[in-house]
């Protein structure tokens, strides 16, 4: 149980495209996903947070114009990254909390499989 | 959340118990400490977390002092497919969800 799928897993594009990357809890509803952020050999930075059915909540630094992110259902989050530059280049990693049915506050954090982008 | 503190790597050898440490001595009383791996270009694994009891389930063992100002994860027979970069995580369960990552212990599984 708790499985968390994204997609694709690496995409490669020019600079100046947008790009959208899915993160499906598929054996749970997922009342909060994550986008977290990880550079070459460095930890995981959290982009931002959002519940399902409200707007994202965004870290510090993190440009929300740039990174949109949509929580429309209990088993799907998006992330786009508009207007790709190579420094954009990343692992991007979801993750969603909610699979013991219990106030989000209180639950595991589940982690996708990671979206490697470059951007060109 | 309280900062934890762990070393940046440690060996083992195949089949042996890997036992690795983390220091977090400003837990608060409402805090869990939690642990994740990350093994190279995936996603980070949950694989165990507790508050004040000792914690076993089929991937390891965590062990937690009566202070709770450190515990130890332990892999209690390691193999070539547990070398990865391992997270403890303290985390406030009535607060923010979000998860703090720092540089975590890189434990290589040595034949």
């Known amino acids: 149980g708790a499985v968390v799928s994204q997609h694709p897993s690496r995409v490669i594009c020019k600079s100046g495209t947008s790009v959208k990357i899915e993160c499906r809890s598929l054996d749970f509803q997922a009342t909060t996903m994550f986008w977290y952020r990880q550079f070459p050999k460095k930890s995981l930075?959290?982009?931002a947070t959002s519940n399902e059915g409200s707007k994202a909540t965004y870290e510090q630094g993190v440009e929300k114009d740039k990174f949109l992110i949509n929580h429309a259902s209990l088993t799907l989050s998006t992330l786009t990254v508009t207007s790709a530059h190579?420094?954009?280049?990343?692992?991007?990693?979801c993750s969603a909390?909610?699979?013991?049915?219990?106030?989000?506050?209180?639950?595991?954090?589940?982690f996708g499989p990671g979206t490697r982008l470059t951007v060109l | 959340d309280a900062k934890t503190t762990?070393?940046?790597?440690?060996d083992c050898a195949e089949g042996r118990a890997a036992n690795l440490p983390c220091n977090h001595s400003t837990i608060s009383g409402n805090e869990y400490v939690y642990w994740y791996r990350q093994?190279?270009?995936?996603?980070?694994?949950?694989?165990?977390?507790?508050?004040?009891?000792?914690?076993?389930?089929?991937?390891?063992?965590?062990?937690?002092?009566?202070?709770r100002k450190s515990s130890t994860l332990i892999l209690p027979h390691a193999t070539l497919r547990d070398t990865a970069v391992y997270y403890c995580i303290v985390r406030d369960q009535t607060g923010a969800n979000?998860?703090?990552?720092?540089?975590?212990?890189?434990?290589?599984?040595i034949p």
């Open chain 1, 86 to 93: 190579p420094e954009d280049s990343s692992f991007y990693i």
């Open chain 1, 97 to 110: 909390s909610g699979a013991s049915g219990r106030a989000s506050g209180t639950d595991t954090q589940y």
């Open chain 2, 98 to 109: 979000n998860l703090f990552f720092g540089t975590g212990t890189r434990l290589t599984v």
């Open chain 2, 6 to 10: 762990q070393p940046p790597s440690m």
């Open chain 2, 39 to 67: 093994i190279h270009s995936q996603g980070p694994q949950y694989i165990i977390h507790g508050l004040k009891n000792n914690e076993t389930n089929e991937m390891a063992s965590l062990i937690i002092t009566e202070d």
């Open chain 1, 45 to 47: 930075m959290l982009m």
